[in-house]
């Protein structure tokens, strides 16, 4: 079956990526960067389109002959590509990709389009384990992306159109770029590890791996047309946040220890250097970080057969022996204000 990879040289595209090829399917990958060494499609000998989805014909181009596009490219901050993008800038460009896909999609006359969108379109949960019914409300510019993009998905339903729906808590797994980084170093150098709140909280996270799974389950399974669907570990056994960071030193072994920061005071003060440009922090992850965050997935374990083979400990630690094996250029450059954490905060904060 031939498909098509938008975002191929992310995280949950080299997963996807290699899933394919084990299926012996060779995609076609579009991205605005290709693939680095070590990820699966290189050396495959695949297509490789290089695009930012911006230009509409040129995206139509590249799914001709495709049954299936896997839309999984998004632009967000925390991302080293996207770090000097505006919020607006971010919004702007996640809506008109997804656009341009859907219109490609039905000019060449893909059977499904699979998109992945995210479980920020939920904002603070109301009540866990949260469904897919739960109301959306958007946190930042990312997250009101996914809502008016899910928008898009259903008109483009209305319209014949055959498209499913993932929504993934935060990915983890090889080539993984964001916020777990900078905690990876710090585990990896043995520095303080600055956790917001008591960390007595859960949240749920997803394998890049699962994830992929699930889009292959969706690409193929009749009941997915038209529905959105979480897909995260399982959500019985999500320790708390304090429990998996201590797990992840003593795995790493390198004896970090772990500074509790006051949720109200770091929450106060990202949101004023979130004004000025200077958070290392998005507001996802600043509003978000002491809550309890589990999501439902019956739907996906009845329509697509999903079931995780990653709890949070586990995709979290081989997610840090591929970051700490991968050498200096997987490493994010030091943030100013983080760095002055690291400086003033271990003698004034109580150490969990």
């Known amino acids: 079956?031939?498909?098509?990879?938008?975002?191929?040289?992310?995280?949950?595209?080299?997963?996807?990526?290699?899933?394919?090829?084990?299926?012996?399917?060779?995609?076609?990958?579009?991205?605005?960067?290709?693939?680095?060494?070590?990820?699966?499609?290189?050396?495959a000998g695949l297509d490789f389109v290089r695009d930012d989805l911006s230009d509409a014909d040129?995206?139509?181009?590249?799914?001709?002959?495709?049954?299936?596009?896997?839309?999984?490219?998004?632009?967000?901050?925390?991302?080293?590509?996207?770090?000097?993008?505006?919020?607006?800038?971010?919004?702007?460009r996640n809506l008109d990709a997804v656009r341009h896909v859907l219109a490609a999609a039905r000019r060449c006359g893909a059977r499904r389009v699979v998109w992945v969108s995210s479980s920020g379109i939920y904002g603070i949960p109301r009540?866990?384990?949260?469904?897919?019914?739960?109301?959306?409300?958007?946190?930042?510019?990312?997250?009101?992306?996914?809502?008016?993009?899910?928008?898009?998905?259903?008109?483009?339903?209305?319209?014949?159109?055959?498209?499913?729906?993932?929504?993934?808590?935060?990915?983890?797994?090889?080539?993984?770029?964001?916020?777990?980084?900078?905690?990876?170093?710090?585990?990896?150098?043995?520095?303080?590890?600055?956790?917001?709140?008591?960390?007595?909280?859960?949240?749920?996270?997803?394998?890049?791996?699962?994830v992929a799974d699930a889009c292959i389950a969706a690409a193929r399974s009749s009941a997915a047309r038209g529905r959105a669907y979480n897909v995260a570990a399982d959500p019985e056994r999500v320790p708390t946040v304090l429990e998996e960071v201590h797990a992840l030193i003593a795995h790493a072994g390198t004896g970090s220890p772990i500074v509790r920061i006051p949720a109200f005071a770091l929450r106060a003060a990202a949101r004023v250097l979130h004004v000025v440009g200077l958070s290392p922090i998005v507001p996802e992850h600043y509003l978000l970080a002491d809550k309890d965050y589990i999501l439902d997935i019956a739907a996906a374990q009845r329509d697509l057969g999903y079931r995780p083979r990653y709890d949070n400990t586990?995709?979290?630690?081989?997610?840090?022996?591929?970051?700490?094996?991968?050498?200096?250029?997987?490493?994010?450059?030091?943030?100013?204000?983080?760095?002055?954490?690291?400086?003033?905060?271990?003698?004034?904060?109580?150490?969990?």
């Open 58 to 92: 040129r995206v139509a181009e590249a799914a001709a002959g495709c049954e299936v596009v896997y839309h999984l490219a998004a632009a967000q901050r925390m991302k080293p590509h996207f770090d000097a993008w505006s919020e607006a800038e971010i919004y702007r």
């Open 1 to 43: 079956m031939r498909s098509l990879v938008t975002g191929s040289s992310g995280l949950l595209g080299g997963c996807l990526v290699q899933r394919l090829l084990e299926r012996g399917e060779s995609p076609r990958l579009l991205d605005l960067v290709a693939a680095g060494d070590g990820h699966p499609a290189s050396g």
């Open 127 to 210: 009540g866990i384990p949260c469904r897919e019914d739960h109301p959306t409300h958007a946190l930042g510019a990312y997250g009101r992306s996914k809502i008016e993009a899910e928008q898009l998905c259903r008109a483009a339903l209305r319209d014949g159109q055959d498209v499913a729906i993932l929504r993934p808590m935060s990915l983890f797994g090889p080539r993984m770029s964001g916020v777990f980084p900078i905690l990876f170093e710090w585990v990896r150098r043995g520095q303080p590890v600055f956790l917001l709140g008591s960390g007595r909280n859960r949240i749920q996270a997803s394998s890049a791996w699962d």
């Open 314 to 352: 586990r995709m979290l630690c081989e997610a840090y022996d591929w970051y700490a094996a991968a050498g200096p250029a997987w490493r994010p450059a030091p943030h100013p204000i983080l760095r002055l954490l690291d400086r003033v905060m271990p003698a004034r904060a109580r150490t969990a």
